[in-house]
């Protein structure tokens, strides 16, 4: 008889989906789908009234280009019929640029919806870890829309990213790169000593010198073949170390500014800072995006495709 208990179900009856359950579990997060679904649908909509329009262009670009041919073949060519038909092929052209611009333009000015990104989450093991809801909330700036608030957040973000480049960009200080210098250093002395200094024993209790074994590098020539060649470095880090260290030292700091020079603590701290700053930017600019999107309005282009800013959620 089985351990196992077994749960009855109906038949026909099938489990939840990752979504449905992750949706059951945070139920704010199902208005928010819904109007990616309709964000994606207009998306979709858009971009087949385009695609109509586009072929219409072909279609009749085609038409005059075959009409010019004729005429330009005809016996009875007539100069006047050619220039209007050229006249309307450069309008036609004319109109297709226009077109095109303003399509451009307009996807550049709308949001853009975001379920291929809700998708990929709900389908990754990201979304069986423990969340909670964000609640986030804001006040209009006064004379501010929410549309105008989304682009006040957004206009905040790129100088924000930024920030965050220059901290990752920040030189090591002198005294982070005289220690990797000489680290880096005895990692390549070593790898001469650590022969010389040990024995080798058999399971008959045979001693053996390892010897000295100059170390070598690998060469692949990408044909299956490997050349190895003496590594020059190892020997001089073993014989000069105090010396490569100085000389290493001074080389790296040769143009140092210490004043624009970050150590590892300093680093840390105003990183966390900042993606703390960007995370901020990002929960508060999709809050106004929802909002203006629930007044019927286009709040711009979306800040970032974070998923859990979009959704409203926090790790627990």
Not at 5 to 23: C, H, K, N, Y
Not at 115 to 125: L, N, V, W
Not at 128 to 135: D, F, V
Not at 143 to 157: F, I, L, N, V, W
């Amino acid at each position: 008889m089985s351990n196992i208990d077994e749960i009855p179900t109906s038949e026909g009856v099938q489990p939840l989906t990752a979504r449905e359950q992750f949706e059951a579990k945070y139920p704010h997060v199902v208005p928010i789908i819904r109007d990616e679904e309709r964000l994606e649908a207009e998306d979709q909509s858009e971009y087949e009234a385009d695609q109509r329009t586009r072929n219409g262009f072909r279609v009749r670009e085609a038409e005059l280009g075959h009409m010019l041919m004729v005429e330009q073949d005809s016996p009875q060519r007539s100069n006047k019929r050619e220039e209007r038909l050229l006249q309307q092929i450069e309008k036609l052209k004319a109109d297709k640029a226009e077109h095109h611009r303003r399509r451009e333009e307009d996807r550049r000015n709308k949001p853009g919806g975001m379920m291929q990104y809700i998708r990929e989450f709900m389908s990754s093991p990201a979304v069986h870890r423990r969340y909670k809801p964000a609640n986030t909330m804001d006040e209009l700036l006064p004379g501010k829309t929410a549309p105008e608030m989304a682009a006040h957040y957004r206009a905040q973000y790129l100088p924000k990213l930024n920030e965050r480049k220059a901290i990752i960009k920040a030189p090591q200080t002198a005294e982070e790169i005289r220690s990797d210098i000489a680290s880096g250093v005895t990692k390549y002395a070593a790898t001469l000593l650590k022969g010389v200094r040990f024995v080798e024993v058999d399971d008959k209790n045979r001693i053996r010198s390892r010897g000295l074994n100059l170390p070598r590098l690998a060469v692949p020539d990408g044909l299956g073949n490997i050349t190895y060649v003496p590594d020059a470095l190892g020997v001089m880090a073993a014989l000069f170390a105090p010396e490569m260290i100085e000389r290493l030292t001074a080389l790296m700091l040769e143009n140092h500014d210490e004043s624009k020079a970050l150590d590892a603590v300093e680093r840390a701290r105003r990183l966390a800072q900042v993606d703390a700053e960007l995370r901020e930017i990002e929960y508060k600019a999709e809050y106004f995006h929802r909002v203006a999107r629930s007044q019927g309005a286009n709040p711009g282009p979306r800040v970032s495709a974070n998923v859990l800013a979009i959704l409203d959620l926090l790790p627990a």
